[in-house]
Structures are given as C-alpha cells and as structure tokens.
C-alpha cells in the first residue's frame, strides 16, 4: 500500500523559478489538501478538493495553484517561487474532510 | 475569526511522568481530530472524537471532547521516550465544514 505519495522530497528553486509539487494516493480518496509547515504556524490549508473537477482555497492560497484532473493526483504549482514560500508542504487524502487524513511524506522547499 | 488554541506549545517531561495538551476552539465543533507528528515526520492519525463528553483510550493515550464540544484534551500516562513528538488537534471549520482548522500543536520533550 502506497498510501500518499509526494514528489521531490527536496527541492531548492531560484526566487521566480516555478515548479509542480506533485501528490497522488491510491485510497480511492475524494478529499484531498495541501498544506504548508512552517515553524510556530502549525499546519496551515493552502487549497482543498473534494473530488476530481473540484477545488477550492485554503487559508493560504496566493502564489499557489492546484487541479484535480484525476481523484488520485493533486498537484500544486507554485507559480512565480519567492523566499517566503521557503516551507514544508504536505499533501494529504481522506475519504471526506472529518475523517482520518493521510499524509505524504513532506516536500522540503527551500526558495533562494 | 474561528480559532483552534492547543496549550502548552512545549513541554518537557521527565520519563514516566504525565503529560497533558489542551485543545480549545471558538467555536463548537462537530468532532476532533488528534495528531502526532515525530520529528521530521508526518502527521499520523491517532484518534477522532464525536459525542460530547466521549472519552476514548488508546494504551496509554486518554483523549477527552468536553461536554460543550469546544474543547478536548489528550492525556498520556507515565510518558516515554517514543512519545516524542508534536500532538495537532484539528476540527472542521464552521464556515463550510469542508476545511480543518489546525492547533499549533504541543512539542513534547521527554527526558529520559
């Protein structure tokens, strides 16, 4: 069992570089969400979706974008990168919002 | 705006001594969520509770959800070392109930 997978586990980007962070689970799950970690904040909600076609923001959505073109991938990208979206981001699936979430492993991003 | 506060953020115990987090929101919740994320880890799920008053335990592990549904507290017996780590409570937002709303979470240091 895969369970949630992210890719890279690291990654370093240039200020302006953009990239894809990329999230897939083989649960069969329809919820799933990305979240940004950074010290003393927690885990805070970047964006959400509740099944494939379907997304919505988060608390901390700006400088990201996300679709779900499969219920198994979630990918975020990251449009324009900047130093404050140095994080570790997390990819999470559950089978609906309040029920037992599933973290991937974390995406360490460093941005320069 | 709806808040989720867990105390303590920190905590250092001496092995085989108790420890408790304390989870309170502003706002009533439909269930809760508890968490624990080692050390460069991810978040693992531990426990959901729904009724008021419920109380559950896991070994060690003793979770309450008060009677108003606002608040919730994790208790652990005689702590050891493999407890280390950060404990999240998380409960549905009430704006949409299709968002979780984190705690800050409690670190746990145990000495041994």
């Given at each position: 069992n895969a369970g949630v997978t992210q890719t890279p586990k690291f990654q370093v980007l240039k200020t302006g570089q953009s990239m894809t962070l990329q999230c897939a689970q083989d649960?069969?799950?329809e919820y799933m969400s990305w979240y940004r970690q950074d010290p003393g904040m927690g885990l805070r909600l970047i964006h959400y979706s509740v099944g494939a076609g379907i997304t919505d923001q988060g608390e901390v959505p700006n400088g990201y974008n996300v679709s779900r073109s499969t219920t198994e991938d979630f990918p975020l990208r990251l449009l324009s990168a900047a130093p404050s979206q140095t994080s570790v981001y997390f990819c999470a699936s559950s089978q609906q919002m309040n029920t037992e979430a599933f973290f991937g492993q974390g995406t360490r991003l460093t941005v320069v | 705006g709806q808040q989720v506060m867990q105390i303590p953020q920190y905590q250092h115990v001496q092995e085989g001594e108790d420890f408790t987090t304390y989870c309170n929101s502003s706002t009533t919740l439909s269930n809760i969520q508890w968490y624990k994320q080692r050390p460069g880890g991810h978040p693992v799920f531990l426990i959901q509770l729904v009724k008021s008053g419920e109380v559950k335990k896991q070994k060690r592990l003793t979770f309450q959800f008060g009677e108003a549904k606002k608040n919730s507290s994790l208790h652990i017996t005689a702590?050891?070392?493999?407890?280390v780590g950060t404990y999240f409570c998380a409960g549905p937002w009430?704006?949409?109930?299709?968002k979780l709303i984190w705690g800050l979470g409690t670190s746990l240091a145990v000495n041994p």
């Open positions: 649960m069969n799950h | 702590t050891q070392t493999t407890d009430a704006g949409n109930n299709r």
